[in-house]
C-alpha cells in the first residue's frame, strides 16, 4: 500500500506534463540562437510563456523563468528591495509576515544584513495576517518602505491570505507587494492580472507543487517594477535572470498549468470534500486541526493536525513504515528536529509544535486513501504516544 499525502512537498508529475518535457526535450538547440533550431527552441519557450501568463491572468512579458520559487522569491525579496533602494536611499525598510517561507524570511534576513529594516508582521492564532495589523503598522510609520512580501497560502496550516485587500492597501501607500503563490495555484480566485490587482507587483510560482517537475518556476513580476538582477550573464529573461532557458521544463510547466486551471473549480471541490472528511476523522481521534475553519480561509489541500502527546517525529516514521508519507511542520536543521517558526508565530508552544503533522492533498488522492488513513491511525498513535 503506498499513500501520497505529501503534495505540498511535491506533486507526482501529470502524465500530460511528462509528455510535454518528452516532446520538448527532442528539440535541439538553445532558445537564444538565431538559427532554426534556436527558433524552434524560442518558439516552444514563448508559447509556454504566454499559456502559463494567461493561466494566471498576466501578460506574458511578465514572466521570468527561474529554477523554482526559493529563486522566484529571493529574485523579488531582494532584486525589488534592493532596486527600490538604489533609486532612493531613504527607501530601506521592507515588511513581511511573521509565517513566509524560508526563501521569503532568509531573503529577507539577508536584506537586514545589508542594512535594510526587516518588520515581521505578526499573524493571528489562525496563521492568518490580518488587514488591521498590516493598516496600523502602515499608518504608525509609513515611511521608507522598499517592499512588502506575503504569502498567498501559507504552506504549513493552508490559511488563505486576504492578498486583493493587502494589495490595495499596499497600493494605497505606493509600496510594491510581492506574494508567493506556491501554494495558491488552486485556489480558483487566484489571479495576477494587473486590472483586477493593481497593487500586485510579483508573485512567486512553482512547478512542481502543481504536477510539473522540478527545477522550473517563474516570478511574475509587471513590466514597470523596480528590480535588479541577482545573477549576471547572457541576458535572458529580459535581463533580469540570465541563463540558458530550460525549454522542456518550460512545456511541461506550461502544460502542468493548464491542467490546474482547467481542473480548479472540480478539483478544489473534491480536495475539500477530502479535508472535510479528514478533519472530522482527526477531531474523532482527539488531534487538534488547526488553521481557519471558514473555507474562505482555508486552502483545500493541506490540513495541519496536532496530536497531544505524540511524537511527530515517531507518527510520520511509522506512517511511513505503514506506505503512507506526511510530512511535520518542523523543518530538520543540522539532524535536530526544530519547531516550526509558524506554529510559534501563531502562538502554538514549542510542544505542539513537535506533536503537528502536515497532511497534503492533491490529484492522486481518493476518499479511499483517507478511510485508509483514519483506520490505521489509532493502532499508529497509540504506539507513537508511548515512546
Ligand atoms: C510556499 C513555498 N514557497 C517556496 C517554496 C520553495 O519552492 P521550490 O521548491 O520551487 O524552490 C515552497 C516549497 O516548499 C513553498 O511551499
Known sequence: MRIYLDHAATTPLLPGAGEAWQVAARTVGNASATHSWGREARRITEESRERIAAA???????????????????????????????????????LISAVEHPAVRLGAAELAARGFEVTELPVDSQGL?????????????????????????????????????????????????????????GLPSITFAAATLP???????????????????????????????????????????????????????????????????LQ???????????????????????????????????????????SAETLLMLLDQAGIAASAGSACSAGVIQPSETLLAMGYTPQDALSGVRFSLGWTNTPTDITTLLQLLPDLLTRASSV
Open 129 to 185: 495576517l490580518r488587514l488591521g495589523v498590516l493598516s496600523d503598522a502602515l499608518r504608525r510609520n509609513p515611511k521608507g518602505i522598499a517592499l512588502l512580501s506575503c504569502l498567498w497560502v501559507n504552506n504549513e496550516m493552508g490559511a488563505i491570505a486576504p492578498i486583493p485587500e493587502i494589495a490595495a492597501l499596499a497600493d494605497s501607500y505606493g509600496i510594491p507587494l510581492h506574494s508567493d503563490a506556491v501554494q495558491a495555484v
Open 56 to 94: 494566471l491572468g498576466a501578460h506574458s512579458g511578465e514572466v521570468v523563468f527561474t529554477s523554482g520559487a526559493t529563486e522566484a522569491d529571493n529574485l523579488a525579496v531582494l532584486g525589488m528591495a534592493e532596486a527600490r533602494r538604489q533609486a532612493d536611499p531613504q527607501l530601506n525598510r521592507v
Open 268 to 310: 478544489y471541490e473534491s480536495l475539500r470534500q477530502l479535508r472535510n472528511t479528514l478533519s472530522d476523522g482527526l477531531t474523532a481521534l482527539g488531534a487538534n486541526v488547526i488553521g481557519p475553519a471558514h473555507p474562505n480561509h482555508q486552502a483545500p489541500h493541506i490540513l495541519y493536525a496536532i496530536f497531544p502527546g505524540v
Open 199 to 265: 497593487g500586485l507587483s510579483g508573485l512567486s510560482i512553482s512547478a512542481h507543487k502543481i504536477g510539473g517537475p522540478m527545477g522550473i518556476g517563474a516570478l511574475l513580476i509587471r513590466r514597470d517594477a523596480p528590480i535588479v538582477p541577482l545573477t549576471y550573464g547572457g541576458g535572458q529573461e529580459r535581463r533580469i535572470r540570465s541563463g540558458t532557458v530550460p525549454v522542456a521544463l518550460i512545456a511541461a510547466f506550461a502544460a502542468a498549468l493548464d491542467e490546474v486551471v482547467l481542473k480548479r473549480e
